[in-house]
């Protein structure tokens, strides 16, 4: 089965990359996918007719028109969709996404994921791979995160492992964030034990996926 993976960022479609073969074993025996990274996430058009800018990449924007298109071609019909939830409603929010979904004509299987709030949550959902990674990190801060709760994510993980937090980063202002994302993603990711994350967005996407090679809905 060949999977297409979109997803909002590119350090969350490297931590991705280093996750998949551990979730449904090396690529190419007998799966392969594609992992795609794009440029935030967007939103979804009224009407679900795309008229932004392919270029700015913004993965809703674009879903729609990528969705119909998975659908129409053969050998791409199994698409998996992670983004961020930050502060939106989960409920409502892959509602939103399942309702755009029925609305494209051949629909791909697609298996829609949230991480909550951001994939940060992901890699504090692995404690063990984190202080593997990051020996000095201070164990005071990781004690007051609760897990995929909406208080700041990134920030809270900045705060424990990288010096001055996430104010200095802030202050640094940007490539600095998207930069200590991925080197967060490239430490920490390859300790991480998929099957005990105490990460519950984490859980789903496994066992999603699982389902979705597997062939049950």
């Not at 201070?138 to 609760?146: G, T």
């Not at 940007?174 to 994350?197: C, D, F, S, V, Y």
């Not at 990460?199 to 090679?213: E, N, Q, T, W």
Request: charged share 25%.
């Amino acid at each position: 089965m060949h999977i297409e993976v979109l997803v909002e960022d590119s350090s969350g479609a490297a931590l991705i990359e280093t996750l998949l073969p551990l979730v449904i074993g090396p690529e190419g025996a007998p799966h392969t996918w594609r992992v795609l990274p794009y440029k935030g996430i967007g939103r979804i058009p009224k009407g679900l007719t795309t008229k932004a800018d392919p270029a700015k990449r913004a993965l809703l924007d674009q879903l729609p028109r990528l969705l119909s298109g998975y659908g129409k071609t053969p050998g791409y019909e199994n698409v998996v969709v992670v983004v961020d939830s930050d502060r939106r409603n989960c409920k409502e929010f892959l509602a939103e996404l399942n309702a755009m979904l029925k609305q494209c004509a051949p629909a791909p299987r697609t298996l829609f994921r949230l991480a909550i709030e951001e994939m940060e949550a992901w890699l504090l959902g692995d404690r063990q791979a984190l202080l593997n990674a990051y020996p000095r990190a201070k164990k005071d801060v990781l004690a007051r995160y609760a897990q995929d709760s909406v208080c700041g994510t990134w920030e809270l993980l900045a705060d424990a492992i990288h010096p001055g937090g996430h104010a200095a980063i802030q202050k640094a202002g940007w490539p600095l964030p998207g930069q200590m994302k991925h080197e967060w993603t490239k430490k920490i990711g390859p300790h991480m034990n998929i099957e005990t994350n105490a990460s519950p967005s984490f859980g789903k996407f496994r066992d999603g996926l699982r389902r979705l090679v597997a062939n049950v809905d």
